[in-house]
Nanobody, 126 residues
Framework: QVQLVESGGGLVQAGGSLRLSCVVSGRTFSRHVMGWFRQAPGKEREFVAAIRWSGGLTNYADSVKGRFTISRDNAKNTVHLQMNSLKPEDTAVYSC???????????????????WGQGTQVTVSS
């Protein structure tokens, strides 16, 4: 059974930084793409960033480009999301997701991902 566990969320002031981590454990599967999504109360879940394991190709939502950086550590089965210059509108529950493929194309729809973590709260104050 596959498990994704996020950590690193918290409360920061606008302009601050946080680093989220997602550790993948359990049954082996093809981790073609790992993504981060976020959801604020009463709003739809939205795509934030994703990375392809092979080659490291990345994709970002326009709202976070230039501020967030996604990276992966293949040996540790871990994905990170470095968030800089945080804004109040970044406040949400951030969830890690895995797309097992069989292809490695990056997709922005949450429906494309097979495994999900429980999420970690990020709150940015003004």
């Amino acid at each position: 059974q596959v498990q994704l566990v996020e950590s690193g969320g918290g409360l920061v002031q606008a302009g601050g930084s946080l680093r989220l981590s997602c550790v993948v454990s359990g049954r082996t599967f093809s981790r073609h793409v790992m993504g981060w999504f976020r959801q604020a109360p009463g709003k739809e879940r939205e795509f934030v960033a994703a990375i392809r394991w092979s080659g490291g190709l990345t994709n970002y939502a326009d709202s976070v480009k230039g501020r967030f950086t996604i990276s992966r550590d293949n040996a540790k089965n871990t994905v990170h999301l470095q968030m800089n210059s945080l804004k109040p509108e970044d406040t949400a529950v951030y969830s890690c997701a895995a797309d097992k493929g069989p292809f490695g194309n990056i997709r922005t729809s949450s429906a494309a991902y097979d495994y999900w973590g429980q999420g970690t709260q990020v709150t940015v104050s003004s």
